[in-house]
């Protein structure tokens, strides 16, 4: 996958692969390793609908309704509350999945951490939890990480820290956002 703002240079560099390896040009990328690659006039846009798509399909099969955010903030978790899932398999897998989205969807990314602390031994309200995610994603399906083609390359930084707010651990929790330009990088 080849990409640069250059098309001269793109060009040269494909010639000499082609020289060396043989390699066939594919054209613009569309799809690579499950991220769906849109053009846009403001740049491209990378999102996982199909996958997500598929694991709502997966995981939800009732028709529900959707939610306005990832997690319920009167749900409180807590490792030890409620009754053990009887597959916890299913739960692991839902959130290892969901953990792949977040590589284009940084809306989940603090749902999908906070929940990954409980895949030891899953329970109830941990899996109603994530349930509760996927009618968040079902909201908006095809959202996705904008890579914008903007000149500037300003770097912006933004933190946040909750001293000792986890109620089971009493550790902080703290987050951040990396900004290259108007492009989220992490």
């Known amino acids: 996958l080849l990409t640069s703002n250059d098309e001269v240079e793109i060009i040269s560099l ?53 939610a306005t955010c990832p997690l319920d903030y009167n749900a409180k978790l807590t490792p030890h509350e409620g009754e053990l899932l009887p597959n916890p398999g299913i739960y692991r897998r839902l959130i290892g999945k ?3 989205l977040t590589n284009t969807r940084p809306d989940i990314a603090f ?14 309200p941990h899996l109603k939890a994530a349930l509760h995610v ?26 946040d820290a909750d001293w000792a707010s ?8 703290s987050g951040f956002v990396v900004f290259l330009g108007d492009t989220l990088i992490t």
Do not use: W
Not at 53 to 65: I, N, R
Not at 111 to 124: K, T, V
Not at 166 to 173: A, E, G, L, Q, T
């Open 111 to 124: 749902s999908i951490q906070h929940l990954s602390q409980f895949l030891q031994s899953p329970r109830e």
């Open 14 to 66: 494909k010639a000499f692969l082609d020289h060396a390896f043989k390699i066939k040009d594919l054209g613009y990328v569309h799809y690579f390793l499950g991220i769906e690659i849109l053009r846009t006039d403001r740049g491209l846009l990378l999102t996982q609908r199909k996958f997500t798509f598929e694991l709502l399909t997966e995981f939800s099969p009732e028709p529900s309704p959707s």
């Open 134 to 159: 996927l009618r968040y994603l079902k909201r908006e399906p095809s959202l996705g990480v904008l890579l914008n083609q903007s000149p500037t390359f300003d770097m912006l930084a933004y933190c």
């Open 98 to 100: 969901l953990n792949f």
């Open 166 to 173: 986890c109620s089971h651990s009493r550790r902080s929790v």
